[in-house]
């Protein structure tokens, strides 16, 4: 078996997430990894044991992505550049691999990742921009964004995050490291963009962020209330959770090893 690392963009609109789906067996929604696993079969010649596509980061519904990493296992060896073509001729047009490598046996999509870049896109006109409702979160409240500037490096380092974790986080900690925030503004085109940096984030961890930090901007909270949201380890005081429309992984590092 040969092991191929890919580089997928989705247009995460009309998915049920990332991670298959599946009820006695059978799959139940559309998901990214189910159109994956379709795809890498029939390259492989519908093999009798089923190949599995492992990604990096389990994207929720309508989530969007430009780089998540994902790998298989092919029962041969061949051109990267042909399996790319292979795939992207059978893959729905919502689903893109921009680059396949060969990479050796130990590298694993997950586990081997050193760091994650996501963004978030929020738009700010006076009403819901039809052509920018899948693929932004939308806040049509006046916006202080001197406020977020100032907030943002409340993020930075490690942290127990519990407050920023969603109901249906199922990882044993809830520390995590955040190596960058950032937010760049777009006046022109009437946008925010949120970009966070980190070794891992929780369930909803950055669309929870992101709420808050919108509501900072508001006023509705003091510019430093991220220092007392970490605190207190309260789900429930952080509330607003941005729509997953905006959300995009960016980009994930595997560090220094060529392996990779």
Do not use: C
């Amino acid at each position: 078996m040969t092991r191929y690392k890919a580089i997928v963009a989705y247009d995460g609109s009309n998915f049920f997430g990332f991670q298959v789906q599946t009820k006695s067996g059978v799959e139940v929604q559309r998901t990214v990894q189910g159109e994956l696993n379709k795809a890498v079969n029939q390259i492989a010649k519908q093999p009798v044991t089923p190949i599995k596509v492992v990604g990096a980061s389990r994207t929720d519904t309508g989530v969007h992505a430009f780089g998540q990493v994902v790998h298989f296992d092919l029962p041969f060896d061949i051109n990267p550049v042909g399996v790319s073509k292979g795939l992207n001729t059978l893959l729905p047009r919502d689903i893109l691999i921009k680059a396949v490598t060969k990479v050796s046996d130990d590298f694993h999509a997950r586990f081997s990742t050193h760091a994650k870049r996501y963004f978030y896109r929020v738009s700010t006109t006076a009403f819901t921009d039809p052509f920018k409702r899948h693929y932004t979160g939308h806040f049509h409240w006046h916006l202080d964004t001197s406020r977020i500037q100032e907030a943002l490096p409340d993020l930075i380092g490690e942290h127990d995050f519990a407050s920023f974790a969603a109901s249906g986080n199922q990882t044993a900690s809830t520390v995590r490291t955040i190596t960058s925030a950032q937010l760049i503004e777009k006046p022109d085109e009437q946008e925010l963009v949120f970009v966070f940096e980190g070794n891992a984030f929780l369930y909803n961890q950055i669309r929870i962020m992101v709420g808050v930090l919108l509501e900072i901007g508001n006023g509705r909270r003091e510019i430093h209330d991220i220092q007392r949201l970490i605190a207190v380890k309260d789900r429930e005081q952080a509330r607003f959770t941005a729509p997953a429309s905006g959300l995009y992984l960016d980009e994930i590092d595997y560090g220094e090893n060529p392996a990779n």
